[in-house]
């Protein structure tokens, strides 16, 4: 009974809070405006959309300086929380047209230069913003797929959503929506991806659809990154909106991805623990704007603070993951935390290699047969094996381990 109910408790909590996320402070009955997103897929962004409310006036007007006193204000998020009803199951395909003339499933991916100085900084830092990666088109094409996404909420968006990390959060969004498998297989994000982590092959791993997170998430290293090893990985975001000014911009501690303080199951991260020393004050904060991308490390040690009342009035939206590359295992991670970006039945073994498609190529060029195995419904999760992969967490020492895990749900009442 403890096993499951403890099953149960990841499930409905935690699977989907792997990267930036906090819980925020709404319930959905007090939720405005409507749900209905598309119609501000290119709105501009507010820094600080705020609504008056005017409080009822006396029959006797009072002067000028009064009414404004009697004036307050308050901010209201920009996206509410899907209703139960409104979640799909199945694939889903917005059938968005791609960007520059790209035929679906035949055009080969686009390529993007960057420099060496670039990948030296990646090295260095075990970070880099990248600009400009994708132009207009790639960006409405983005935020249109991200629209459709959220109008049409997934049953896989659930556990993350309802715990209120996101304002809309989902796993492996790519093997449920079309549109962003398409991005994966013809945009220049493999080709970036490949020259950043020097390798002749670039697979999914594991990714995420992040809308607007709450109040952010502390010091962190990321370890939901499918199942690979830190040095097989390649963290990335993709941004749709230019980054607030007065919060929202990541950051990280440079170098500390080479640091051997921090456990390797750790998520949170006490920056003054021993062995952190010359990273704390070495920090990176960078201020992305729509068609821009971080890379960075898996182990390099960041965070992303949100606005104090976890209201976002403008739009934050990201699609994150981890990238693997050639040559990567499959490593087993059944018994930890890890487990939680591998829920699929592939079929793959410990020391197998990487090669599904569950985790599927993306540079030089898309598989077709790994496109349509994704198609047919071939990819997805399986009940029985998120069960299976998940009792190995009952244990005493693996629930020990996952302790810090757990902590994202209350991360965001300590700042």
């Known amino acids: 009974m403890v096993k499951i109910a403890f099953i149960a408790l990841i499930l409905l909590s ?9 819980n925020t402070a709404d319930i959905i009955a007090s939720r405005q405006p409507s749900r209905t997103f ?26 000028p300086d009064m009414q404004e006193e009697s004036t307050s204000l308050r901010r209201e998020k920009i996206l509410s929380e899907p209703n139960l009803w409104e979640y799909n199951f199945g694939l889903q395909d917005p059938g968005i047209k791609l960007p520059h003339g790209i035929v679906d499933r035949k055009t080969a991916p686009e390529q993007f230069q960057i420099t060496s100085e670039q990948i030296e900084i990646l090295e260095r830092d075990g970070v880099v913003h990248i600009k400009g990666v994708f132009d207009d088109e790639w960006v ?4 249109k797929a991200t629209a459709h996404q959220v109008d049409n909420p997934h049953f896989w968006a659930f556990a993350g959503t309802a715990s209120k990390l996101y304002d809309y959060i989902q796993r492996n969004v790519w093997q449920t929506n079309k549109a962003f498998a398409n991005f994966y297989y013809h945009s220049a994000m493999g080709h970036v991806l490949s020259q950043c982590g020097k390798t002749d092959e670039i697979r999914i791993s594991t990714d995420l659809l ?14 939901q990154n499918g199942p690979i090893s830190w040095e097989e ?16 911009a990541p950051v990280y501690l440079k170098g500390s991805h080479r640091n051997n303080a921090v456990d390797e199951h750790a998520v949170f991260v006490d920056i003054d623990q021993e062995g952190l020393d010359e990273y704390r004050d070495q920090l990176a904060e960078f201020r992305t704007m729509p068609g821009d991308m971080l890379i ?10 949100g606005p104090s009342d976890g209201i976002w009035t403008s739009y934050r939206r990201v699609l994150g993951g981890t990238a693997a590359k050639g040559g990567s295992i499959y490593r087993d991670k059944t ?14 073994e410990n020391g197998h290699k990487l090669e599904s498609p569950f985790f599927p190529v993306m540079y030089p060029r898309f598989n077709k047969k790994e496109a349509l195995a994704r198609d047919e419904g071939v990819v997805g999760r399986s009940p ?13 020492a693996s629930g020990e381990k996952f302790f810090s895990f757990f902590q994202v749900l209350g991360s965001q009442a300590k700042n």
Not at 384 to 392: A, E, R, S, Y
Request: proline share 5%; with cysteine; aromatic share 8%.
């Open 14 to 22: 935690v699977q989907e809070a792997s990267a930036f996320s906090s």
């Open 140 to 143: 409405d094409y983005l935020r």
């Open 296 to 305: 960075w490390h898996p182990r390099t040690v960041h965070k992303v603070d």
């Open 233 to 248: 990985g390649i963290r990335f975001w993709v941004t749709m909106d230019e980054t607030p000014k007065e919060y929202g």
């Open 335 to 348: 018994g930890t935390g890890g487990v939680l970006s591998d829920l699929g039945r592939h079929g793959l």
């Open 384 to 396: 029985k094996d998120i069960i299976g992969k998940l009792g190995g967490l009952a244990g005493k």
């Open 38 to 63: 598309s119609r501000c897929i290119n709105s501009a962004l507010h820094q600080s959309s705020i609504v008056d409310e005017t409080k009822t006036v006396s029959p006797v007007a009072p002067l």
């Open 210 to 223: 992040m809308v607007n997170p709450n109040k952010g998430f502390k010091w962190h290293q990321d370890n």
